[in-house]
């Protein structure tokens, strides 16, 4: 359930970052993650100060464009993407709630966030 794709955030910039999810019961992970029924998403951030961005769904940092295709936007402002830790090949978690079972995926060294060119 992981992506191949690298996600870039430039610090201070505002950044939507299309994300898809695919099953852990597919060998080769093609098929779609079935988000139907989810009661929470969540995606973690690391940022500068060792601490963690958290985006919720609940509160409309993640907004969900298609459940069956398991395919969902993470909302960042400019101020948030200021806060994140710079570096290459930094992983991101994403959690998801389906009734009372607990997903956590790991999107791993795939961000990159850079500071603002001047």
């Known amino acids: 359930m992981t992506t191949n794709?690298?996600?870039k955030i430039?610090?201070?910039e505002?950044?939507?970052?299309?994300?898809?999810?695919?099953s852990p019961t597919c060998e080769d992970e093609t098929e779609p993650f079935d988000l139907?029924?989810?009661?929470?998403?969540?995606?973690?951030?690391?940022?500068?100060?060792g601490t963690t961005l958290s985006k919720l769904k609940t509160t409309g940092g993640v907004v969900v464009t298609n459940l069956i295709l398991g395919k969902f936007d993470v909302v960042l402002s400019d101020a948030e993407t200021a806060l994140l830790k710079i570096g290459?090949?930094?992983s991101f978690t994403v959690v998801v709630d389906i009734g009372t079972t607990r997903r956590?995926?790991?999107f791993d060294s795939v961000l990159t966030v850079v500071a603002p060119s001047v």
């Not at 505002?14 to 695919?22: G, I």
């Not at 139907?36 to 995606?43: A, R, S």
């Open 88 to 90: 290459s090949r930094q």
């Open 36 to 49: 139907t029924g989810n009661t929470e998403i969540e995606v973690r951030f690391k940022k500068q100060d």
């Open 10 to 12: 430039v610090q201070g």
């Open 5 to 7: 794709e690298t996600v």
């Open 104 to 106: 956590v995926i790991n």
């Open 14 to 22: 505002d950044r939507v970052l299309k994300l898809r999810l695919r």
